[in-house]
C-alpha cells in the first residue's frame, strides 16, 4: 500500500498543487514548506513542466539547511497531467563520498611524497 510506503512518494498537478502525499513525505513537505493543496516552490514547478512537457522522468539533488534531498519527478503512467515524485535523504551518503574523495586526495599526496 503507497501510504505505508516507507519512502516518500507524492503527487503533482500540471499545475503544481500538491495532491498527495504518504505519510514518509512529511519531511520532504517541510523541507520545502509546503502543505498537500498548496503550490510547489517555482523551481519545482519547472521541473514538473518538462517531464509533462517531454514525458520524460526528472532526477535532482536539492539542498537546503546542510540537508540534500534527491528528487525523482515522473510522469504518471495513468493521467497525462499528474506527476509523480519520489525522494529520499542522500546527505550521509553525500557526506561519506566527500570524505572518500578527501581520503583519496590525501594518499595521493602521500604516495608522490
Not at 61 to 66: L, P, R, V
Not at 86 to 107: G, I, M
Request: charged share 25%; with cysteine; proline share 5%.
Amino acid at each position: 500500500m503507497i501510504e505505508e510506503h516507507p519512502f516518500p512518494m507524492l503527487r503533482f498537478s500540471s499545475t503544481g498543487k500538491i495532491l498527495y502525499a504518504n505519510r514518509a513525505s512529511l519531511p520532504v513537505l517541510l523541507f520545502i514548506d509546503r502543505e498537500i493543496g498548496e503550490e510547489v516552490p517555482a523551481d519545482w514547478q519547472k521541473r514538473i513542466v518538462e517531464v509533462l512537457s517531454y514525458n520524460v522522468a526528472n532526477r535532482c539533488e536539492i539542498e537546503q539547511s546542510g540537508m540534500i534531498i534527491e528528487v525523482t519527478f515522473v510522469p504518471s503512467p495513468v493521467d497525462a497531467t499528474v506527476v509523480q515524485v519520489y525522494a529520499r535523504d542522500v546527505t550521509l551518503e553525500r557526506a561519506l563520498e566527500k570524505e572518500k574523495e578527501k581520503a583519496s586526495r590525501l594518499a595521493t599526496v602521500h604516495n608522490m611524497i
